[in-house]
């Protein structure tokens, strides 16, 4: 699918509310994975999740098999997958045990990560000044996490861990440019249910009846909101959709608020705009 309108003209506003879509749907998800994090593991909580975006995906990749003829570069593939499984539990588990807020703001880390590694392992070359807006956007993360506040030290690291995880993956996806999306998503979510099935498996918790229409709900939304994603980028333009994404610091406030009594610290909202400034300069300058 062409990543602008048949007639030539990117439509901002549409792809704006497509862009919106993936946000509040993508927060629906992580506040119900927030809410039962502490009744199962993380692993349980990704294997159902791509359970469910598995069973939705395969109708599509029967109708379009013949795309599967021919894969390349399996080792890369396998790698992105393996790295996105990580991302995904240790997210899961970030998710539990920081504020939403925080889980939003520390992500937009990632566009200044993929520089640094685009330039480390593809030796793309990087402007002094888009250095300088990293360096302030690591200090902006600093004054979010607040180290100083020891209860949030696991969650922190894990969330630490699994943004750069998750970078490394879209340097890989970055590699895999060219195969088709259908091969891409039947990939990732097979290959998130075999990673993490043995270990859903070992610490598996009973699941209530009652809970089973919530988890359902978190492949559901996460799903729909990959769709919005990909139907956001194939209608707009990257340099309009980066400030919209923005967007999200204030829906996570708002559900960790609405739904988790979490007050922003004045420490997290001044880090969060620092990083954002710095995320948005790293974008722009690209």
């Known amino acids: 699918m062409n990543p602008v309108p048949a007639s030539g003209r990117a439509d901002n506003l549409r792809a704006s509310l497509w862009l919106i879509g993936d946000m509040s749907l993508n927060i629906w998800a992580l506040s119900i994975v927030k809410a039962m994090g502490a009744d199962y593991s993380a692993f349980q909580l990704v294997f159902l999740r791509a359970s469910v975006g598995l069973l939705m995906v395969l109708p599509w990749a029967w109708r379009e098999r013949a795309r599967f003829a021919i894969v390349d570069r ?39 990560l993929l520089m640094i590694f685009a330039a480390l392992l593809l030796g793309e070359r990087i402007k002094r000044l888009r250095w300088l807006a990293a360096l302030v956007g690591l200090g902006g993360t600093l004054i979010a996490i607040n180290p100083e506040r020891s209860e949030l030290d696991v969650g922190v690291l894990a969330l630490l861990v699994t943004v750069t995880t998750g970078t490394l993956a879209i340097i890989l996806t970055r590699r895999l440019k060219g195969t088709p999306t259908v091969v891409m998503m039947l990939f990732y979510t097979g290959g998130l249910a075999l990673c993490t099935g043995p270990f859903a498996m070992t610490n598996w918790e009973e699941v209530e009846i009652g809970h089973w229409p919530l988890l359902i709900a978190i492949g559901l939304f996460a799903q729909a909101a ?5 139907k ?9 959709l980066g400030p919209v994404s923005y967007l999200s610091l204030v829906l996570s406030t708002a559900a960790g608020f609405a739904f988790f009594n ?11 705009t620092i990083i954002l400034g710095a995320a948005w300069y790293v974008t722009r300058t690209g």
């Open 74 to 112: 399996l080792p890369l593939h396998a790698l992105r997958v393996g790295l996105s499984a990580i991302t995904l539990a240790i997210s899961f588990f970030a998710i539990t045990r920081v504020p939403f807020a925080l889980f939003t703001a520390v992500s937009f880390v990632r566009p200044i």
């Open 226 to 230: 990959q769709y919005c994603f990909l």
């Open 232 to 240: 956001a980028h194939w209608l707009g333009e990257a340099g309009f």
């Open 262 to 272: 979490e007050v922003p610290t004045v420490e997290l909202m001044v880090g969060a």
